[in-house]
């Protein structure tokens, strides 16, 4: 998945969980905080696979015996500071990358490309890239036609819901 469409389907379990679980939209910080932990799993990956220390561009941070212990500590950090929302929008939002790294080795009959689950247990071949799913009317259809709608469908949701967490990063950043 396309590393901006991260953002948006953190966004969009996170307002859906807002919806349901607080019977409301989302709010700032908590908003902010679901979106940044959908990019950590890259932000930590990538890095250490182009210097050379991981086989794959996907490894220890999309793993989930590495996700599910970090999520934990930051819970209970988030708990014991009385921000268990927090604590739960970086579960929704870190959960939210993994997860939706997922349907397009299914639709795309890649298997063996989600050894990253449980990788260094299961082995993890290098990520192939866009998928290709079938030709409509001549015309190749991938992944990404899947991922536009997705992102297309976050964005709106975030401005319909007057783009909580913008505040929190302009009111920090220096004039």
Do not use: N
Not at 1 to 6: A, I, K, R, W
Not at 47 to 69: E, K, T
Not at 90 to 107: K, R, T
Not at 153 to 163: F, H
């Amino acid at each position: 998945m396309q590393p901006v469409v991260h953002l948006a389907v953190a966004y969009l379990c996170y307002a859906g969980y807002a919806r349901w679980r607080l019977d409301r939209a989302p709010t700032g910080a908590a908003a902010l905080v679901a979106v940044v932990a959908s990019t950590l799993p890259d932000l930590i990956d990538r890095p250490v696979y182009w210097v050379g220390l991981f086989p794959v561009g996907r490894a220890l941070a999309h793993s989930l015996l590495f996700a599910l212990p970090l999520i934990a500590l930051v819970w209970l950090l988030a708990r014991r500071s009385d921000r268990t929302l927090l604590g739960i929008a970086f579960a929704i939002g870190y959960l939210s990358h993994v997860a939706a790294d997922v349907p397009w080795h299914v639709l795309s009959g890649d298997y063996h490309e989600l050894g990253f689950l449980l990788w260094p247990v299961t082995y993890m071949p290098e990520y192939s890239g866009v998928k290709p799913l079938g030709t409509v009317g001549g015309v190749e259809v991938t992944t990404l036609w899947l991922e536009a709608p997705i992102l297309v469908a976050g964005l709106a949701l975030w401005i319909y819901d007057g783009a909580p967490g913008a505040a929190v990063v302009r009111d920090r950043l220096p004039v």
